[in-house]
C-alpha cells in the first residue's frame, strides 16, 4: 500500500512539474511583452507630440492630459487623412474616454459631423473605416443622420460597419486575405481589430477583433524570420523590398516577437497601449526556427473589375523557413497591382539590406484597368502622381504578366516570355553591398554569402552589372529569360566552398525561344525540377496542382478552403479558432 502511494504521488509530482514549469515560461513571457510595450511607450517622449497615437498615449497611461487636449484639438483644426484619420481620432477619444475636458470631446463630436472623411477603395482601407466607424459610432448612440459626415444615422452607421466587419472576416477565413502578408499594411489590419478587441461594447465584436488579431498575427508568424515579414507579398513599398526592416509590420514583430528594433507610430503606440495579449502559442511558432519547414498558403487576387472572367482568381504561396533564412514565392502573374512583390530570399546578416530578389519591372494601363474602376487612358497617369515609382524601369517593386515561378523547399526557379513592345524590356535583381561574399563562378553561377546563409542565383541568359547606392543591379535585356536559384545555410552544406563546389555540378538545361520556355533542373537535393512556362510545374516527373493548395498547410497552421476555421499547432498544443461558432479551443 506504501509503494502503491508513493508511485501516485510522483505520478501526481512529475504531472505538476511540467504545468508548473509552463506556468512560469508563460510569466516571464508576459513580463517581457510588458517591458518592450512599455519601451516603445517611453520612446515616443522623444517624438514632437503632434499625433493622435501621442495623444492616446498621454490618456492611457496617466499622462498629462491637458496636453493631449490641446494635442487632439490642435489636431482637429484642420482634419486630414480619411479613415487614418479616423484610426487616430478613435484611439485617441477611446483612451481618453472619461479624461478629455468637455470642450475637447465637443471638438472631436463636431469632427465627426464636418469632417468628411474618404472610404478608400482597398480591403485595408475599409477595414480601418469600417472599424473605426462602428467603435465612433457606438460611443454616440441615437444621433440622427445630420450629426454624421456621411448622413446616416448611429444605428446606420452601426449595422454597416458591422456586416462589413464580418463579411470581411468570412471572405479572409474562406478564401484568404486580397491584400494579403503585406510588411507595410499588416499594421493597418491587425490594430483596428486590437482596438476592437479592447472597446467594442458588443461581445460578438469584441470577441471577433480578438479572433482576428489572433488569425493575422499567426499568419505573419509563421512567414517571420528576425523581424522581418518574409516571402512573397501582395503590397509593399519602395523601400522594404531592399530593406526588411524599414517595413511597417518591423516594430509590431519587436513588440509581440521580441526581435527587431522598436519603432513608434500611431499603430505601435496603440498596440502597446492596447489589453490585447498575443497568445503564447503564436509567440512560440514566431520565434522557433529551429527545424526547417514549408508553409503553404492560399490567399485570394484583389476585386477583378475588368480583363478577367474571375473576380478573386487564387494566390497560392510558398514559403521555406530555415533558422538562417527563408526562401519565398508567389505563383507569378499580376496578382495586386502596383506594389506587389512576387519572390524574395531573407537572411539575418548584412543589416540594414538582408535579401535578394528579382522582379520584370513592367507597368502597363491593363494592368491597372484590371482593378481600377477609373478610365483606362487615364489610370497610369493617376497612379504615379501617388506611386510616382510605378512607371520607373529601374523600380524595385511590381508584377508581371509575363513572369512565373516554381518553388521546391530551397530551390526556385524563375521564367520570362516578354513580348516585343511591352513597356520595360529587361529582368532585373537585387544584390546588396551588405553581402559578405558576391562571386561569379565559371560555372555561370552567381555565389553569395550573407553569414551563415549561401545563395546560388543561375542567370539562363546574359546580363549586365549596375552600381547603385546600396547594390549591385543584375538586369538582363533578352526577353525570353529566367534564372534558378538554390539557397543553403551552413548547417545544410558545411562550407561556402562546399556550397560553391556542389552548384558547380549542378546546371539548368533550358529552351528559351518565345512562346517557348522551359527548364530542367536537378537541385542539390537530387530533385527533378521540370517547368514549361507558364502553369506546367513537375517534380521528380509528378505534376504539381497548385489547385489543391489549402488555405494554410504545414506545421503550424492548417485550415481547409471554405472552412472559417484555423488550427494552430506548436509542439503538443493547439488553438482552434472557428469562426462559424465563434469559438477558440485550447487544447
Same mark, same amino acid.
Given at each position: 500500500?506504501?509503494?502503491?502511494?508513493?508511485?501516485?504521488?510522483?505520478?501526481?509530482?512529475?504531472?505538476?512539474?511540467?504545468?508548473?514549469?509552463?506556468?512560469?515560461?508563460?510569466?516571464?513571457?508576459?513580463?517581457?511583452?510588458?517591458?518592450?510595450?512599455?519601451?516603445?511607450?517611453?520612446?515616443s517622449?522623444?517624438?514632437?507630440?503632434?499625433?493622435?497615437?501621442?495623444?492616446?498615449?498621454l490618456?492611457?497611461?496617466?499622462?498629462?492630459?491637458?496636453?493631449?487636449?490641446?494635442?487632439?484639438?490642435?489636431?482637429?483644426?484642420?482634419?486630414?487623412?480619411?479613415?487614418?484619420w479616423?484610426?487616430?481620432?478613435?484611439?485617441?477619444?477611446?483612451?481618453?474616454?472619461?479624461?478629455?475636458?468637455?470642450?475637447?470631446?465637443?471638438a472631436?463630436?463636431?469632427?465627426?459631423?464636418?469632417?468628411?472623411?474618404?472610404?478608400?477603395?482597398? @480591403?485595408?482601407?475599409?477595414?480601418?473605416?469600417?472599424?473605426?466607424?462602428?467603435?465612433?459610432?457606438?460611443?454616440?448612440?441615437?444621433?440622427p443622420?445630420?450629426?454624421?459626415?456621411?448622413?446616416?444615422?448611429?444605428?446606420?452607421?452601426?449595422?454597416?460597419?458591422?456586416?462589413?466587419?464580418?463579411?470581411?472576416?468570412?471572405?479572409?477565413?474562406?478564401?484568404?486575405?486580397?491584400?494579403?502578408?503585406?510588411?507595410?499594411?499588416?499594421?493597418?489590419?491587425?490594430?483596428? =481589430?486590437?482596438l476592437?478587441?479592447?472597446?467594442?461594447?458588443?461581445?460578438?465584436?469584441?470577441?471577433?477583433?480578438?479572433?482576428?488579431?489572433?488569425?493575422?498575427?499567426?499568419?505573419?508568424?509563421?512567414?517571420?524570420?528576425?523581424?522581418?515579414?518574409?516571402?512573397?507579398?501582395?503590397?509593399?513599398?519602395?523601400?522594404?523590398?531592399?530593406?526588411?526592416?524599414?517595413?511597417?509590420?518591423?516594430?509590431?514583430?519587436?513588440?509581440?516577437?521580441? @526581435?527587431?528594433?522598436?519603432?513608434?507610430?500611431?499603430?505601435?503606440?496603440?498596440?502597446?497601449?492596447?489589453?490585447?495579449?498575443?497568445?503564447?502559442?503564436?509567440?512560440?511558432?514566431?520565434?522557433?526556427?529551429?527545424?526547417p519547414?514549408?508553409?503553404?498558403?492560399?490567399?485570394?487576387?484583389?476585386?477583378?473589375?475588368?480583363?478577367?472572367?474571375? =473576380?478573386?482568381?487564387?494566390?497560392?504561396r510558398?514559403?521555406? =523557413?530555415?533558422?538562417?533564412?527563408?526562401?519565398?514565392?508567389?505563383?507569378?502573374?499580376?496578382?495586386?497591382?502596383?506594389?506587389?512583390?512576387?519572390?524574395?530570399?531573407?537572411?539575418?546578416?548584412?543589416?540594414?539590406?538582408?535579401?535578394?530578389?528579382?522582379?520584370?519591372?513592367?507597368?502597363?494601363?491593363?494592368?491597372?484597368? =484590371?482593378f481600377?474602376?477609373?478610365?483606362?487612358?487615364?489610370?497610369?497617369a493617376?497612379?504615379?502622381?501617388?506611386?510616382?515609382?510605378?512607371?520607373?524601369?529601374?523600380?524595385?517593386?511590381?508584377?508581371?504578366?509575363? @513572369?512565373?515561378?516554381?518553388?521546391?523547399?530551397?530551390?526556385?526557379?524563375?521564367?520570362?516570355?516578354?513580348?516585343?513592345?511591352?513597356?520595360t524590356?529587361?529582368?532585373?535583381?537585387?544584390?546588396?553591398?551588405?553581402?559578405?561574399?558576391?562571386?561569379?563562378?565559371?560555372?555561370?553561377?552567381?555565389?553569395?554569402?550573407?553569414?551563415?546563409?549561401?545563395?546560388?542565383?543561375?542567370?539562363?541568359?546574359?546580363?549586365?552589372?549596375?552600381?547603385?547606392?546600396?547594390?549591385?543591379?543584375?538586369?538582363?535585356?533578352?526577353?525570353?529569360?529566367?534564372?534558378?536559384?538554390?539557397?543553403?545555410?551552413?548547417?545544410?552544406?558545411?562550407?561556402?566552398?562546399?556550397?560553391?563546389?556542389?552548384?558547380?555540378?549542378?546546371?539548368?538545361?533550358?529552351?528559351?525561344?518565345?512562346?517557348?520556355?522551359?527548364?530542367?533542373?536537378?537541385?542539390?537535393?537530387?530533385?527533378?525540377? @521540370?517547368?514549361?512556362?507558364?502553369?506546367?510545374?513537375?517534380?521528380?516527373?509528378k505534376?504539381?496542382?497548385?489547385?489543391?493548395?489549402?488555405?494554410?498547410?504545414?506545421?503550424?497552421?492548417?485550415?481547409?478552403?471554405?472552412?472559417?476555421?484555423?488550427?494552430?499547432?506548436?509542439?503538443?498544443?493547439?488553438?482552434?479558432?472557428?469562426?462559424?461558432?465563434?469559438?477558440?479551443?485550447?487544447?
Amino acid at each position: 500500500m506504501k509503494i502503491i502511494a508513493t508511485f501516485l504521488i510522483s505520478i501526481v509530482l512529475l504531472w505538476r512539474v511540467p504545468v508548473y514549469s509552463q506556468r512560469i515560461e508563460s510569466d516571464q513571457y508576459l513580463k517581457a511583452f510588458e517591458k518592450r510595450a512599455q519601451r516603445i511607450i517611453a520612446l515616443s517622449d522623444s517624438l514632437t507630440p503632434s499625433i493622435y497615437g501621442w495623444a492616446a498615449r498621454l490618456y492611457g497611461v496617466g499622462g498629462n492630459y491637458r496636453q493631449a487636449d490641446s494635442i487632439i484639438k490642435e489636431l482637429l483644426k484642420t482634419p486630414g487623412g480619411d479613415m487614418f484619420w479616423m484610426f487616430g481620432i478613435v484611439s485617441a477619444s477611446l483612451h481618453g474616454k472619461g479624461k478629455m475636458s468637455p470642450e475637447t470631446e465637443q471638438a472631436v463630436r463636431r469632427a465627426w459631423k464636418t469632417y468628411p472623411p474618404y472610404r478608400g477603395d482597398t @480591403e485595408n482601407h475599409w477595414c480601418l473605416y469600417y472599424s473605426t466607424l462602428l467603435l465612433a459610432s457606438q460611443e454616440w448612440p441615437g444621433l440622427p443622420g445630420s450629426e454624421w459626415f456621411n448622413g446616416k444615422s448611429s444605428e446606420e452607421n452601426y449595422n454597416e460597419a458591422r456586416e462589413y466587419l464580418i463579411h470581411w472576416m468570412k471572405i479572409t477565413t474562406t478564401i484568404g486575405q486580397g491584400e494579403f502578408d503585406s510588411p507595410d499594411y499588416f499594421p493597418v489590419f491587425i490594430s483596428p =481589430m486590437i482596438l476592437l478587441a479592447q472597446f467594442a461594447r458588443e461581445s460578438e465584436m469584441r470577441t471577433r477583433g480578438s479572433m482576428m488579431a489572433d488569425y493575422l498575427f499567426a499568419d505573419f508568424a509563421v512567414d517571420h524570420l528576425d523581424g522581418q515579414y518574409t516571402g512573397g507579398s501582395s503590397r509593399v513599398a519602395h523601400t522594404p523590398p531592399y530593406e526588411p526592416l524599414a517595413a511597417n509590420a518591423a516594430p509590431l514583430a519587436y513588440l509581440y516577437f521580441g @526581435e527587431g528594433e522598436p519603432r513608434v507610430s500611431d499603430f505601435t503606440l496603440v498596440a502597446a497601449l492596447s489589453s490585447y495579449r498575443l497568445p503564447e502559442i503564436i509567440f512560440r511558432i514566431a520565434t522557433d526556427r529551429s527545424m526547417p519547414y514549408v508553409q503553404k498558403e492560399k490567399k485570394r487576387v484583389r476585386n477583378v473589375i475588368r480583363y478577367g472572367s474571375e =473576380m478573386n482568381p487564387p494566390v497560392y504561396r510558398y514559403t521555406y =523557413m530555415t533558422s538562417d533564412y527563408a526562401l519565398g514565392s508567389l505563383q507569378g502573374g499580376i496578382l495586386q497591382p502596383i506594389q506587389q512583390h512576387t519572390w524574395g530570399v531573407n537572411f539575418k546578416s548584412g543589416r540594414p539590406f538582408t535579401t535578394i530578389f528579382g522582379l520584370h519591372p513592367n507597368w502597363s494601363g491593363r494592368e491597372l484597368g =484590371m482593378f481600377f474602376p477609373e478610365e483606362v487612358k487615364c489610370l497610369i497617369a493617376n497612379v504615379v502622381q501617388s506611386k510616382s515609382t510605378y512607371n520607373n524601369p529601374d523600380k524595385w517593386i511590381g508584377g508581371s504578366p509575363f @513572369e512565373r515561378t516554381f518553388q521546391h523547399k530551397n530551390s526556385l526557379i524563375v521564367l520570362y516570355d516578354i513580348p516585343q513592345g511591352t513597356t520595360t524590356d529587361h529582368i532585373d535583381g537585387f544584390f546588396p553591398n551588405t553581402l559578405e561574399k558576391r562571386l561569379v563562378d565559371s560555372s555561370r553561377w552567381i555565389l553569395c554569402k550573407a553569414g551563415d546563409a549561401y545563395i546560388g542565383w543561375y542567370p539562363l541568359q546574359e546580363y549586365e552589372w549596375k552600381t547603385e547606392n546600396d547594390c549591385f543591379r543584375l538586369r538582363s535585356h533578352k526577353l525570353q529569360n529566367g534564372y534558378v536559384i538554390e539557397v543553403r545555410s551552413k548547417s545544410e552544406i558545411g562550407s561556402f566552398k562546399n556550397f560553391s563546389d556542389s552548384l558547380n555540378k549542378h546546371i539548368p538545361q533550358a529552351v528559351l525561344q518565345p512562346g517557348n520556355i522551359s527548364v530542367r533542373y536537378v537541385n542539390l537535393d537530387g530533385n527533378s525540377m @521540370e517547368f514549361t512556362y507558364p502553369e506546367n510545374r513537375e517534380l521528380d516527373g509528378k505534376y504539381v496542382d497548385l489547385s489543391q493548395y489549402k488555405l494554410f498547410e504545414g506545421p503550424y497552421l492548417n485550415a481547409d478552403v471554405g472552412s472559417e476555421k484555423l488550427t494552430i499547432t506548436y509542439k503538443n498544443e493547439t488553438r482552434i479558432l472557428d469562426f462559424k461558432s465563434l469559438t477558440i479551443t485550447d487544447r
